[in-house]
């Protein structure tokens, strides 16, 4: 089968805080086989300015690796192809600017991951990719900008967390300049320790069968221990005391000469290094294995399961319907009326089909769900639990945009909530925040008579609704509803005509 039947190919993007990374699969048997793999050490962390902005040259540097990455992807349809951005694209505050250049450049839109997703799609990654034992795994992943730390079981994680500290910024952090002495280590290591504190007893306690670590600093201290002759590869407090007292005798990174050690990863070996002894330390890890699976591996089987329809942000959504309580029936008609309006407007709207029906989906069936909290202003408490909570499978753009359409659905709208997103993820959600509202009007009856064949006409600006004669009048809520609609949707631009 040649690569170019791509119904079967797909791709997952790692933008890491220190490597961005390709790799395009093809299912075979219900296993991925890998088609391709690049990697190139950006050192995103390296640009991060306060304020949240990007060093020109680094986003440059940036930039081109992700057109390179596009040629690549450039015959691969978008719903085979997902990209990732981790810790350092989470504190990017840029307006949207770099973002909408990335995308661009790579010509596939970019997700922005947070922690806990991180460590979930990490997991993943080293479970499809490691023998099932049958018990419980820690795994570790030291990033270029975030540890995760990972209890799991099978493929379902028990425990997930994320901290904030990784190969790049603690190298910049301790070993600045790329000096590296005895104290720049004991500072490091209980910067890390600290950090551990909070989760070091839960896990301790739960205890684990095997320990597992993935990615670059991890894999890249395994090859050295096992050149240098001190470990078959495996990673022990012992390895790790030898291979401190190296990189101190060396005394900069510059002059780092070790056994199965890259050029690049010198630089940021130090900090990695320290917090991989600070992990070792307070959680009282004996072993650690490689593991060859990491973040992309994770993200290419979570969209092998999307396109078998078996997403886990499906299971996200059930979950919370049961939590909270959801009338399910009438979260059903509203995600029936919204369907409908879209198919006669995503065209001339241009929203994307395909995430439009996703969006509108996952809102109706959670529109509700802040009533668990109080009836009064219940869509702002939507909103609030949905932007808050912990969501597998979302990424953070996903989270915020589910949280403005449910937070919009009703009462007055907030136009200004809309402003922090790229342009033209902003006038797409205007318009399903549009398609909702009046899909939630024409249900406020909550009634189970299937409802009349509404004819639906969108332009530019406006969107007409045209009713069975007599309809309207027989139904004095729903017409007085949608008058009122008429009104508030002004505030969008957008012209409501009913008929």
């Not at 007893?201 to 002759?229: D, F, M, P, V």
């Not at 072993?287 to 078998?308: K, N, W």
């Amino acid at each position: 089968m040649p690569e170019t039947d791509t119904a079967k190919t797909i791709a997952a993007v790692d933008l890491g805080s220190n490597s961005f990374h390709l790799v395009v699969a093809r299912e075979a048997h219900g296993q991925l086989i890998v088609l391709d793999r690049l990697r190139v050490r950006v050192g995103l962390a390296e640009g991060l300015l306060p304020g949240g902005k990007l060093a020109a040259k680094v986003a440059e540097r940036a930039l081109e690796c992700l057109r390179q990455f596009g040629q690549r992807l450039l015959e691969m349809p978008a719903a085979a192809v997902r990209a990732a951005g981790t810790n350092t694209f989470r504190q990017l505050k840029d307006g949207g600017g770099f973002l909408g250049k990335a995308e661009a450049a790579l010509g596939h839109p970019i997700e922005i991951i947070d922690g806990r997703e991180e460590a979930r799609l990490i997991y993943l990654g080293v479970a499809h990719t490691s023998a099932d034992d049958a018990g419980t795994r820690l795994v570790v992943d030291i990033a270029g900008g975030s540890t995760e730390c990972i209890l799991g079981r099978g493929f379902e994680t028990l425990e997930t967390d994320s901290l904030y500290m990784g190969c790049v910024n603690y190298s910049l952090r301790f070993f600045k300049g790329g000096r590296i002495t005895a104290r720049r280590f004991e500072q490091a290591e209980l910067a890390a320790r600290l950090e551990l504190r909070p989760m070091r007893r839960r896990y301790r306690e739960k205890g684990w069968e095997k320990c597992l670590g993935s990615s670059g600093t991890i894999l890249a201290i395994s090859s050295i221990l096992r050149e240098s002759g001190w470990t078959s590869g495996e990673i022990t407090p012992a390895g790790l005391k030898l291979l401190r007292r190296s990189l101190i005798e060396a005394g900069d990174t510059s002059r780092l000469e070790l056994p199965g050690l890259a050029p690049d990863r010198a630089p940021v070996l130090p900090g990695g290094l320290a917090i991989l002894a600070a992990v070792f330390d307070s959680l009282k890890i004996e072993t650690m294995s490689r593991s060859d699976g990491a973040l992309r591996e994770g993200v290419l089987y979570d969209l092998a399961g999307r396109i078998h329809h078996e997403d886990v942000r499906d299971r996200t959504i059930a979950a919370f319907c049961g939590r909270f309580q959801v009338d399910a029936a009438h979260a059903e008609r509203v995600a029936k009326a919204a369907h409908v309006l879209l198919e006669e407007a995503y065209e001339p709207w241009r929203i994307d089909r395909d995430q439009g029906r996703r969006l509108l989906e996952w809102a109706a069936r959670l529109h509700e769900i802040g009533i668990s909290v109080s009836y009064h202003g219940y869509h702002r408490h939507g909103a609030y639990l949905v932007a808050n909570s912990d969501m597998p499978g979302f990424s953070r753009d996903d989270r915020a945009m589910l949280a403005v359409l449910i937070g919009s659905h009703r009462r007055k709208i907030r136009p200004e909530l809309l402003r922090d997103l790229p342009p033209e993820r902003s006038r797409m959600l205007a318009r399903l925040i549009v398609l909702f509202r009046l899909a939630v009007r024409l249900n406020r009856g909550r009634s189970s008579r299937p409802q009349p064949d509404i004819g639906v006409d969108a332009g530019a600006d406006r969107l007409t609704l045209a009713f069975p004669a007599g309809w309207l009048d027989e139904h004095a809520l729903t017409r007085a509803a949608l008058w009122d609609e008429a009104r508030r949707l002004r505030e969008l631009r957008i012209r409501l005509q009913v008929k």
